[in-house]
Each structure stands twice: as C-alpha cells, then as structure tokens.
C-alpha cells in the first residue's frame, strides 16, 4: 500500500520533470528513473515478468537508443526562438493544451466515480490467483496459443521497423 | 490492497503527462519521449486490469505494446536524425514542408 504511493509519485514526478525540462539528457535519464518506479508498481500487481521486461528492455535497449541519438546529434539545448512557422502554430498549440486539460479532468471525474462506485468489487478481484499471473510458464502458455498470430505479425513488424530505420537513416549518396 | 481506481488514476496521471509533453514541447526528441510516456501509462492500466481480471492477458499486451513501442522508437529516431541532417534542427516547427 505504502509502496504504491511512493513508486505511483516517482513515477508522476519524474514523467513531469521529463516533459518540463530543458535538457534532453535529463529527459532520457529521468524516464528511465519512471520506467524503475512503474517496474516496481508491476511487482505489486503480480506481474514480475512485466517488470523485468519493462527494466531490460525499455530502460536496457529503448532508453540506450535515446541516448545515443542525443549523443549524435548533440543537441543538449532546446530551440527556444522559433522562426516565422513557429509564431503561426501557436493558435494550434494553445488549443491542444487547452484539450489536454479537458482530458485530465474528464478522465479524474470519470475514475473517482468509478472508483467510488467499484471498489469493493475491483480491490483483489474474483478468483485471482497470484501463483498463476506471477509464473512464466502460464504466461507463455497464453502468448504462443491464443496470441500466436499476434506474435508472428509482431516479428514481422520488427523485420519492418529495423529495414525501415536502416534506410531511413542512411546517408543519401 | 490498493484498489484499482488508484491505479487507473495514476495511468490517468501519466497518460495526460503525455499529451502535454507532445503538444506542448519544441523539441522532437522530448516529444517521443512523451509518446513513451503515454505508452507506459497504457501498460499500466492493461497489468492493473489484468491482476484484477485474474488473467495474464494484460501482460501479454504489455508485451505488445513494448514490442510496437520499440519498432516506434526505431523508426521516430531514424526520421529525427535524417531531419537534423536536412535542417540542422529539432524543433518540428521548421518541418513545415513535405519536399523540397
């Protein structure tokens, strides 16, 4: 209980802190820090598997990709002068904020009422067996029967995404 | 036990992170970051309705979502690099035109 509260805060301040600062480096290192939090909210939910995933994978192989695109680039500062494309976007740009905030709070009044209304019958839920989510074998079980297809379309999607990249990102001739 | 409405909340939370980074941020780099973040808020939403399901399947989606979040990060970062090159910039407010 305490520890949800303590990685759910991490977790909220450093994706805040991701979004507000200046830096990107900062950026990067401060999502990883989120990423170890929302790993640690995913013990308390059962799934250890998830949370190792979420360590070696995001934080281990996307997060490093982020950094060494900063790295390359050397961009460490933002672009705080935008030119004459800049000043014709801001009508746009007030309006997307705007329907952030309209989504913040429609979705903080939907979930206190669902959260009144549901508690009792959502704490634990109904036949959960944590033996079960927690081991890797069942979860294997699930993703090579039921989500099969889903599994072979995801290689082909990688195969996609790594041809895709190469070319993108080679220097034209 | 923490009820799942905290949980969704704090998704929630997360989530709406997100969308401010993307649309409020002057740098691409930072803007797919905020796409990262609201990707995490998703599989936390999918891993707390999956524990109160009882099932597995809301990890097997957090697998997914990681999956297609990977080949996103791979391709967005690819496209900002052969910008930078074009532009010498990160900031998607000078990607004004499709071909030049």
Redesign the interface.
């Known amino acids: 209980m305490l520890l949800f509260y303590l990685f759910g805060a991490i977790a909220a301040g450093a994706s805040l802190l991701v979004v507000l600062g200046r830096n990107p480096m900062h950026s990067v290192l401060l999502l990883i820090v989120s990423f170890a939090a929302l790993a640690g909210l995913y013990i308390g939910l059962d799934a250890p598997f998830a949370a190792v995933v979420q360590i070696i994978i995001y934080a281990g192989a996307i997060m490093v990709l982020f950094l060494f695109v900063v790295m390359l680039l050397n961009a460490h500062r933002e672009d705080d002068a935008p030119g004459g494309a800049g000043r014709l976007a801001h009508g746009p740009l007030r309006l997307g904020a705007a329907v952030a905030v309209l989504l913040v709070a429609e979705l903080a009044w939907a979930l206190s009422r669902a959260a009144r209304g549901g508690e009792a019958m959502l704490s634990t839920g109904p036949g959960a067996d944590p033996a079960a989510l927690q081991s890797v074998r069942s979860l294997g079980n699930v993703l090579f029967t039921e989500y099969s297809l889903a599994f072979e379309v995801t290689s082909i999607l990688i195969i996609v995404a790594m041809v895709g990249a190469v070319v993108l990102a080679r220097r034209e001739a | ?10 998704s ?10 993307v ?5 691409v ?2 803007v ?3 796409i ?2 609201m990707l ?1 808020a998703v ?2 939403a999918f ?2 309705f ?11 989606i ?3 979502v ?10 967005g ?6 910008l ?2 074009h532009r010498e ?3 998607p ?2 990607f ?1 035109s499709l071909k030049w």
């Open positions: 036990m923490v009820p799942l409405g905290h949980y969704l909340i704090l929630a939370v997360l989530f709406a992170t997100g969308t401010i980074g649309f409020l941020r002057r740098n780099i930072t797919l970051l905020s990262e973040v995490n599989n936390l891993i707390a999956g524990r109160t399901q009882g099932a597995v399947d809301g990890q097997v957090m697998f997914f990681v999956t297609v979040a990977a080949a996103e990060a791979a391709i970062l690819a496209l900002v690099i052969a930078f090159r910039s990160l900031n407010d000078v004004t």
